[in-house]
């Protein structure tokens, strides 16, 4: 099973935008929820956003909804996480996942999910 790549963070002032995108072979891509998870330094590792499957059903933390967007490209075995009005409490290293089972369409706990990225940092200045 192939390893998961992200990419695309950096530093990027308040109120600016980022797109991750999270390269994902080796595997059918196209059958398996993603998501994507934070960590913040001196934080527990968090839940951001999971897309289903299909791309049909994606689902946010309250912290993040309304500024940032899931989406999928099963042709490409991509995920993209498109940061919108960044805050300097966004600062973090983004992680994507592969989720644990076939077909669920929103799993939200670490647990649930069984691959993950090396993660890509993010930076957001005031």
């Known amino acids: 099973q192939g390893q998961l790549v992200e990419s695309g963070g950096g530093l990027v002032q308040a109120g600016g935008s980022l797109r991750l995108s999270c390269a994902a072979p080796g595997f059918t891509f196209s059958t398996y929820a993603m998501g994507w998870f934070r960590q913040a330094p001196g934080r527990e590792r968090e839940f951001v956003a999971v897309i289903n499957w299909s791309g049909g059903r994606t689902y946010y933390a309250d912290s993040v909804k309304g500024r940032f967007t899931i989406s999928r490209d099963n042709a490409k075995n991509t995920v993209y996480l498109q940061m919108n009005g960044l805050k300097p409490e966004d600062t973090a290293v983004y992680h994507c996942?592969?989720?644990?089972?076939?077909?669920?369409?929103?799993?939200?706990?670490?647990?649930?999910?069984?691959?993950w990225g090396q993660g890509t940092q993010v930076i957001v200045s005031s």
């Open positions: 996942a592969k989720d644990r089972i076939v077909g669920r369409i929103a799993p939200k706990e670490e647990s649930d999910f069984g691959s």
